[in-house]
C-alpha cells in the first residue's frame, strides 16, 4: 500500500461559499403515519447506493438522548423525514434499506439512537472520522461542506428541542438539509481517502465504530457534578449523591434533562451549606428563585437524608480508581521504568502523526498507549501486538505503532522485569 499522505489544503483564495438554504427537490412533509412510513420503506428499498442518514435529538432538554426526528436520503427515493416520536419502531424501514451503505457525520453520535429505534446498518461511512483521518484542522459538517462542496451549511438549529411539535419549517429545512449534503460528501471524502493510501485505514474506523458495544455504566456518576471538586469533605459530597439522585429521579419522571429541573451550582452550594432546616436551605441564594423555592422541600428531604447517614456510609473523598495505570505524576517515583517507556514512545508517536498528518488520538488512543506503557514487562513485538489488539487498536493503527514502540522501549534501555 502507498504511503499514506494527507490531502492538499484548499487554495487562501478560494471563492465565498455559497448559502445552500433548501434542498433541490424541497422540504419533503414529515412522515409521521404508519402509511407513510410504508410508502418510504418501498421508495427507499427501490432507491440505488448508499444511504445518508442523521437524527436530531433534544439534548439538554429532554432526560436521555432519544431521538426525536430521524433524516435519510437515497438515490432514487430523496429525502425522508421520519417522526420517531410517532414512530418509535423503524426496524421496518431498517429492513427495507438492506445492506445499504450507511453515510453519517460523527456515525457515533447517531447510531445508538438508529438501534434503539430499531435499525443497524450493514456498513457505514462516517465523513467526520474520515475528515479526522486526513487531518484537516476543522472537522464538524460545515466546515467540510463549505470545503469539499462550496456551500455555507447553517448550523444554528443544532441545539433546539427536537421533541417540540409540530416541528418549525425552517427546522425541517436545516435538518433535510443535513442528509441532502451527505452523499456528495462522502464520494469527496472517499477520492480524498484513497488518493492518500488512507482509505482501507478508513474502512477499517468505520466498521469499528459501527461494532461499537454501548459504553458501559459510569461509576459514581454523581461524581460529574459540576464544581463538586470545591466540596472537600464527605458529608459534603454525601449530600450531593443524594441530591444528585433525587434530581435524576425526578428528571427521568418529568422527561427533562436534570439541568432543568436542578442546576449542578445549586447541589454543590447546598453541600458546602450544609443546611439544618428548610429555611436554612432556602436562604442559601441559589434556593431564593420562584422554582427552586417551590420545590425547595424536595430538596431539603435530599439534604436531610445526607446529613443523617453514619459516617460508615459516607463516600470517600476520592472517586474510585479505574483498572489502569495510576495519574502519570507518580510514574517517574513509581515505576521509573514505564515513565522512560512512556517518554520515548510519545516522542515516536509524534513522529508518526508528524509523518502521516493524522491525530494523536486516530493514530492510538492515549489510554492504550499509556496502558501499554505500563504493563510492558517482556516479549517484544508479539506481546505489544496482542496488548492493542485486547485494547481495541484496529490492524493499521497496531501495523503502524508497533515497531516504533518496540524501538522505544529499546531506546529507554528498560531492563526485563519479569
Known sequence: MTEPTAASSPEDDAPAAIPLTEPEDGVP???????????????????????????????????????????FKRAGAGIALIDTAALPDLSSFGEALGDAEWVFHAA??????????????????????????????????????ERELGFALAKEHSAQDWSTRPLPHDWLVYAALDVEVLLDLRDRLAAHLEAAGKLE???????????????????EPWRRTSGSHQVRDQRGLAIVRSMWEARDKEARRRDVSPGRVLRDQAIVAAAIAKPTSLDALMGVREYQSKGTKRRAPQWYKAVEEAMTLPDKALPSRRAPQGDGPPQQRVWKEKRPEAFARLTAARDRIATLVERHEIPAENLLQPDALRRTCWEYADGGEEWIRSFLAGRGARAWQIDLVTPELVAAFAEAHVPSEG
Open 108 to 145: 457515533s453520535q447517531d447510531l445508538p439512537g438508529m438501534r434503539e429505534l430499531g435499525m443497524t446498518p450493514a456498513k457505514v461511512f462516517d465523513t467526520e472520522l474520515g475528515a479526522r483521518l486526513l487531518g484537516w484542522p476543522r472537522v464538524g459538517l460545515a466546515a467540510v461542506v
Open 29 to 71: 412533509p414529515i412522515i409521521d403515519t404508519p402509511e407513510a412510513l410504508a410508502e418510504a420503506c418501498e421508495a427507499f428499498a427501490a432507491g440505488t447506493g448508499p444511504v445518508a442518514a442523521d437524527a436530531e435529538r433534544a439534548s439538554g432538554f429532554r432526560y436521555g438522548q432519544g431521538t426525536y426526528l430521524a433524516q
Open 201 to 219: 485505514w478508513a474502512e477499517q474506523e468505520f466498521e469499528a465504530v459501527r461494532l461499537a458495544p454501548p459504553p458501559e455504566p459510569r461509576e
